[in-house]
């Protein structure tokens, strides 16, 4: 059994990819996502009965953090 998913979301630029491959008790998939630090997350993945699950999680990209306010601003947070 085969399957396969996308989703797009244009309001919020969401975009997540799904696949799965399945043969009796042997699974082999995996997934992808932008994440919401601007960068892009593939996991593939595999089970069966004899060794488990397993997952290789890989990201590409550098993430991008917005700046915070109050940086250096005391115990109070420098509001």
Do not use: C
Not at 10 to 20: A, N, Y
Not at 40 to 68: C, M, N, Q, W
């Amino acid at each position: 059994m085969n399957t396969s998913t996308e989703w797009r979301d244009p309001k919020t630029g969401d975009h997540k990819e799904q696949w799965e491959h399945r043969h009796h008790d042997h699974v082999k998939g995996g997934y992808s996502l932008h994440d919401a630090d601007g960068t892009h997350r593939i996991v593939e993945y595999t089970s069966d009965p004899k060794t488990g699950f397993h997952a290789i999680v890989k990201t590409e990209g550098h993430a991008k953090h917005p700046l915070h306010y109050g940086i250096g601003g005391g115990a109070g947070g420098g509001f």
